[in-house]
């Protein structure tokens, strides 16, 4: 499995992205896609993941009610879209793919084995 980000850019506070997570190599029907943020000095954390039947979609504390993931199978991609995007949300951006994931509410990095190189989200005005 290989994927791919996309979508990352600069918004203002209060504004919205969405990324998107194109996957290639095998179908999405048998991985979870996970996104991941990390900042600049910190760890990185779990934000949202998907399941590979789509049935199960988990969020971090940080982005419930704001951020919504989804998944087009026809398309082998998954989004993220972000509203109400803070400074705080500032990061780096990987989704990551990974067999039987995302079936419990922890999104933890160690757990996904396929990675993509990042895109860049910055909030500022």
């Known amino acids: 499995l290989q994927v791919v980000e996309s979508g990352g850019g600069l918004v203002q506070p209060g504004g919205s992205l969405r990324l998107s997570c194109a996957a290639s190599?095998?179908?999405?029907?048998?991985?979870?896609i996970g996104w991941f943020r990390q900042a600049p000095g910190k760890e990185r954390e779990g934000v949202s993941c998907?399941?590979?039947?789509?049935?199960?979609?988990n969020y971090g504390n940080s982005v419930k009610g704001r951020f919504t993931i989804s998944r087009d199978s026809g398309k082998n991609t998954v989004y993220l879209q972000m509203n109400s995007l803070q400074p705080e949300a500032t990061g780096t951006y990987f989704c990551?793919?990974?067999?039987?994931?995302?079936?419990?509410?922890?999104?933890?990095?160690?757990?996904?084995?396929?990675w993509g190189q990042g895109t860049q989200v910055t909030v500022s005005s």
């Open positions: 190599g095998s179908s999405l029907d048998y991985y979870a």
């Open positions: 998907i399941s590979s039947s789509g049935r199960f979609i």
């Open positions: 990551a793919g990974a067999p039987l994931r995302c079936l419990e509410p922890n999104i933890l990095p160690y757990e996904y084995d396929y």
